[in-house]
């Protein structure tokens, strides 16, 4: 039997909902030479019911139980062990896979000689309809950028890209959430070669009420991930590879940010020298650092700091929501804040914390639930985004 060229890897706990759409959608690839991987791990509804009937119909299809829910870092482990190809790719057991994923992404994969592809996803509802909003891939990444940018936050989706398979990189089984992004970045620190495919090969479902939950969780298991790397060993790691000093402090006050850490991200700020930045990064670096000072109630150093931003090229609704935050707090001129917030819901209506503010400051009470945003929103938001829109 010839040796597969793709390994599609497919962890599944208790998908009867979905199991079956989504198979067929992997064996409706329009590209032959891969093989299916499915790992049950310890499913306890239909799902070993649906996988065997697909056993018998198509017995070439690798079927992998584990007696016990392990959590999906183990699935994929589990998976990554049974797999004989030189590319893995990971779908999930409730998303629809378009024809040509596999073979426009290895297409683009040989071409460019890449050891990971990232594309972009359409997204759909619980019952499969289109939601109208994709995952698109921000036009600043590039394959030089990527290691810097993805330390400031996640642009990772396991479930949207194709890898040449290296044994000795595998998830972190600590992790039942975020286990991507972790392995991304060990990936990444590896000098992994990184590219971008700016095309929708898929469909991912959108459960109501998952994104909201999951998103405490997902925020630990992100500062346990930032936790694993020390400021001293990273710096030294970015200056080989020839990023400015500018852009690694503020890539250091950024993850501090996410470790909950203020006034170390506030000594990185310190470090900066303008002439070090570009005007985005100044942008940047201003807001977050209005994000520090607000972290610790400095509200005075935060207005400056956002105010600075506002005043920039560069638009984007965080910046509003937090300067009508901090304007609160220092002058409690409410007429201003209402415009702020106004003109940050004019460029993204469906932000969430602005939205909130604006209910409270209308209802002049639980001031104190005023929503800070810590980030700055991605350009694409609007069109979509795998984690809550904050």
Request: aromatic letters at 14%; charged letters at 25%.
């Amino acid at each position: 039997m010839k040796k597969p060229t793709i390994s599609v890897i497919m962890p599944v706990y208790n998908g009867e909902k979905y199991l079956a759409e989504a198979i067929d959608s992997v064996l409706s690839q329009t590209f032959d030479g891969f093989e299916f991987i499915v790992v049950n791990d310890g499913s306890t509804d239909r799902t070993a019911k649906i996988l065997e009937k697909y056993r018998i119909e198509y017995p070439w299809i690798k079927i992998v139980t584990l007696e016990v829910n392990q959590g999906i870092s183990k699935a994929i482990n589990v998976g990554l062990a049974h797999a004989n190809a030189e590319y893995v790719c990971f779908v999930a057991a409730d998303d629809i896979q378009y024809p040509n994923r596999l073979e426009d992404s290895y297409r683009e994969m040989v071409l460019k000689k890449l050891d990971i592809l990232m594309f972009e996803f359409d997204m759909i509802d619980d019952t499969g309809n289109p939601l109208g909003r994709s995952m698109r891939i921000p036009n600043f990444l590039t394959e030089t950028n990527i290691l810097l940018e993805e330390f400031k936050r996640n642009y990772f989706f396991s479930g949207a890209c194709l890898i040449k398979f290296d044994p000795k990189i595998q998830f972190d089984t600590n992790l039942r959430t975020s286990e991507d992004y972790d392995w991304f970045l060990r990936m990444l620190m590896a000098d992994k070669k990184v590219g971008f495919l700016r095309k929708s090969l898929l469909q991912v479902r959108v459960h109501k009420g998952s994104l909201s939950s999951n998103h405490s969780y997902s925020y630990e298991a992100t500062k346990y991930i930032l936790n694993k790397y020390d400021f001293d060993s990273l710096f030294h790691f970015f200056k080989i590879r020839g990023f400015r000093e500018g852009e690694i402090w503020l890539t250091f006050a950024i993850m501090c940010i996410t470790k909950e850490e203020p006034y170390n991200g506030l000594d990185f700020i310190a470090k900066i020298q303008l002439e070090q930045l570009n005007d985005y990064e100044l942008f940047c670096k201003y807001f977050y650092e209005g994000v520090l000072h607000g972290m610790v109630d400095r509200w005075d150093y935060a207005y400056e700091c956002f105010n600075k931003s506002s005043k920039m090229k560069y638009k984007n609704a965080a910046v509003y929501n937090n300067l009508a935050v901090a304007t609160y707090w220092v002058n409690r001129d409410t007429s201003l804040v209402t415009k702020l917030l106004q003109e940050a819901l004019l460029y993204q209506p469906q932000y969430f914390d602005a939205s909130e503010n604006l209910k409270i400051i209308n209802n002049a009470k639980e001031i104190k639930q005023l929503q800070f945003t810590k980030r700055l929103l991605r350009d694409q938001i609007i069109q979509g985004d795998k984690e809550l829109i904050k």
